[in-house]
T-cell receptor, first 112, second 111 residues
Framework: NAGVTQTPKFQVLKTGQSMTLQCAQDMNHNSMYWYRQDPGMGLRLIYYSASEGTTDKGEVPNGYNVSRLNKREFSLRLESAAPSQTSVYFC???????????FGPGTRLTVT | TQLLEQSPQFLSIQEGENLTVYCNSSSVFSSLQWYRQEPGEGPVLLVTVVTGGEVKKLKRLTFQFGDARKDSSLHITAAQPGDTGLYLCAGAEAAGNKLTFGGGTRVLVKP
């Protein structure tokens, strides 16, 4: 089982460029999440999707858009990257009543 | 917004010593989870506690959920270098399916 996969693992962007981070899960989970992790700040929720066809804002949604393409895939798009978006991005999925989440390996993004 | 505060932020100990990490909130959570994260990887779930006062043991790790379901602790007995990592607590809201994460405690166990 691959669990949660993310691509790419690393990315460097110039200010103003756009890119899409891809996430896929093979656990048949209904819910998927995008987080960012900055030094000393734990994990902050960007967007989440409780089920296929729905998306909701999290704590820090500004500058991001998401698409729940199907039950397996949940993508995160940066339309115009800014240096403040330099971070490590994690995708997670959840399918149980206790909301236990399973994380991908992360994408390390640097915006110069 | 529900907040979770972890303490301490950083802990450095010698192999064989014990340590405790705390996770506190003024809000009530329906369940609380502990994750461990190693450098360059995503967090991995260690345990979920659901009932107030619940104690769970995972080998040398003991997790406790406060009676009021507002706080939790993680105790490691006889720590080993393999316990080194970032420990994160996360609380689940009563409604909805989001988690609120604490800021994390970085643990370093020196041989």
């Amino acid at each position: 089982n691959a669990g949660v996969t993310q691509t790419p693992k690393f990315q460097v962007l110039k200010t103003g460029q756009s890119m899409t981070l891809q996430c896929a899960q093979d656990m048949n989970h209904n819910s998927m999440y995008w987080y960012r992790q900055d030094p000393g700040m734990g994990l902050r929720l960007i967007y989440y999707s409780a089920s296929e066809g729905t998306t909701d804002k999290g704590e820090v949604p500004n500058g991001y858009n998401v698409s729940r393409l199907n039950k397996r895939e949940f993508s995160l798009r940066l339309e115009s990257a800014a240096p403040s978006q330099t971070s490590v991005y994690f995708c997670a999925s959840s399918g149980g009543l206790s909301y236990e989440q399973y994380f991908g390996p992360g994408t390390r993004l640097t915006v110069t | 917004t529900q907040l979770l505060e972890q303490s301490p932020q950083f802990l450095s100990i010698q192999e064989g010593e014990n340590l405790t990490v705390y996770c506190n909130s003024s809000s009530v959570f329906s369940s609380l989870q502990w994750y461990r994260q190693e450098p360059g990887e995503g967090p991995v779930l260690l345990v979920t506690v659901v009932t107030g006062g619940e104690v769970k043991k995972l080998k040398r790790l003991t997790f406790q959920f406060g009676d009021a379901r507002k706080d939790s602790s993680l105790h490691i007995t006889a720590a080993q270098p393999g316990d080194t990592g970032l420990y994160l607590c996360a609380g689940a809201e009563a409604a909805g399916n989001k988690l609120t994460f604490g800021g994390g405690t970085r643990v370093l166990v020196k041989p």
